[in-house]
């Protein structure tokens, strides 16, 4: 599902001078324009298409930006495939841990193989782990067949590095430590039809003790609201029908603007966008989350029944030690405003267990907001050491005692979110179908406002539409269902 089509970009002077870096829009448009000459020739020379595979590793901001990758290749002409026996295959990269960066080295080499039976090929590599020169330089070092690295920033210069690649012979690395220009212009290629992610924010300036973000994605800097609104209406016209707004913590929006607006603000001015029927974000960093924000939720049935809210842990000196800028006294305050105000909304958390110097009474105060919270579900990771960032340095636990926590810490959380998801049982609720289910044969896996997962009975005609189901079986942290009435719910 192709946006932004390049073809509507204006690509003055195709063949002669090329526009300035600073008319970024229309030299990346340009370079789109000679890459597609390229392409066809060379498809024409070798009889075959040219293909290209993107393999995105991490966050959802990142399945973004890949969608916006995947969108300049088919653009320059590419047969986008998921088989990365392809010739051009991109790495979007995710660091957040060190053995993200470890399984992307591994993967290197099987592309290695495959260039063996294809010098045609080339390998690039972009994102958050490209952000840390010490990668870079492995990769220098140990990967020559490597042909393109570039980071975070200049994502949207994929155009003008690929024609580089192709046409100078010469390896092209561009790491940049910031850039006002986004990549929000360029072609995108959506995985879905009917919703869409949209970046609302870019970076993050709270520096957790245990994240890499804030070194690899830079400074908060925000979207100008018209620019994400225009973005919206774009997708609203396109048969998009629920949004998911992307920052890595939203409730910081609108600070760096001229004329600062809040998240809420934003939210509300989404919510009015006719064709948008619903509308999620993430992240929302528990420090500032509003009573604005949650009376906005409250008031616009728009905005899904679901907050991901990351409380990482519950114990005050730990929160301390990973500088979340807020305590657990402020976290069940805050949890407790949200379920007061919004009826059947769904409290999402993340947990890191196994944090440097976490106690077993550190461990008890965590399964005491889970117990007080019952958080519908919780990513509980262990805790694992991400060089360069202020955790690294500390003293760390041994891992059975890491794993000793985190098992104390996942039953608690297996508890509470089979009590909430049980509770459901029989209700009815409006589900979006997004997928024909793998599992099951004529089902489709739907998802409702809350984000429960329920499989009912349907086709690939059910695809992107809304239906009023009622849940009848809990599979813990699923529900099959069936359609009441056999229509489309009223939209
Ligand atoms: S809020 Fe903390 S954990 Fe989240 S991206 Fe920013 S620094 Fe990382």
Request: glycine share 6%.
């Amino acid at each position: 599902m192709t946006e932004n089509d390049p073809c509507k970009l204006n690509i003055q002077g195709a063949d002669g001078e090329v526009p300035s870096p600073e008319n970024s829009e229309a030299r990346q448009a340009y370079f789109i324009r000679r890459m597609q000459a390229y392409v066809a020739d060379k498809s024409l020379t070798m009889r075959r298409p040219l293909t290209a595979c993107i393999v995105t590793f991490g966050c959802q901001m990142n399945a973004r930006d890949s969608e916006k990758l995947a969108g300049v290749l088919k653009a320059c002409g590419f047969v986008l495939q998921d088989d990365e026996n392809a010739d051009f295959v991109l790495y979007n990269t995710c660091t957040v841990r060190d053995n993200a960066d470890q399984h992307v080295y591994g993967r290197l080499g099987r592309l290695h193989e495959y260039r063996r039976s294809n010098s045609f090929m080339k390998v690039a590599l972009c994102g958050c782990m490209m952000q840390q020169s010490s990668c870079v330089e492995k990769i220098r070092r140990s990967y020559p067949f490597v042909s393109l690295i570039f980071g975070t920033y200049n994502i949207y210069c994929l155009p003008e590095y690929l024609w580089e690649v192709y046409h100078s012979r010469k390896r092209v690395i561009e790491i940049w430590d910031g850039s006002e220009q986004t990549s929000d212009a360029l072609p995108a290629e959506r995985k879905f039809s009917f919703k869409s992610g949209v970046n609302i924010m870019y970076g993050c300036n709270n520096f957790c003790s245990y994240c890499i973000v804030p070194y690899v994605r830079g400074r908060e800097r925000s979207r100008e609201p018209e620019d994400i609104l225009r973005e919206v209406r774009r997708l609203a016209a396109s048969g998009v029908k629920e949004i998911m707004l992307l920052g890595q913590n939203v409730n910081s929006y609108g600070k760096t603007l001229e004329h600062p607006l809040t998240f809420a603000q934003l939210l509300e001015e989404v919510c009015a966008i006719d064709g948008i029927e619903r509308i999620r974000f993430m992240s929302s960093h528990p420090k500032d989350l509003s009573d604005e924000l949650i009376d906005t939720i409250a008031r616009n049935p728009k905005v899904a029944r679901h907050i991901h809210l990351a409380l990482q842990s519950g114990s005050d000196r730990i929160l301390t030690a990973m500088n979340r800028h807020y305590t657990k006294a402020h976290f069940l305050d805050l949890a407790g405003r949200i379920r007061g105000c919004i009826p059947d909304v769904a409290i999402t958390t993340d947990i890191i267990a196994g944090f440097p110097g976490e106690t077993a009474e550190d461990v008890d105060e965590t399964i005491d907001v889970i117990e007080k919270v019952k958080f519908e579900n919780a990513y509980t990771f262990i805790y694992s050491v991400r060089s360069g960032t202020p955790a690294a340095k500390m003293v760390q636990l041994p891992e059975e005692v890491k794993k000793e926590n985190f098992d104390r810490i996942l039953s608690a959380v297996q508890a509470s979110s089979k009590e909430r998801a049980l509770a459901l049982q029989g209700r009815c609720f409006e589900a979006l179908a997004e997928s024909l289910d793998e599992q099951q044969p004529g089902y489709v896996t739907g998802r409702l406002s809350d984000n429960m997962i329920v499989h009912f009975r349907g086709d690939a005609s059910m695809i992107g539409h809304f239906y009023q189901v009622r849940l009848d079986e809990c599979r813990g942290f699923y529900y099959f269902g069936t359609v009441i009435n056999g229509q489309e719910s009223a939209e």
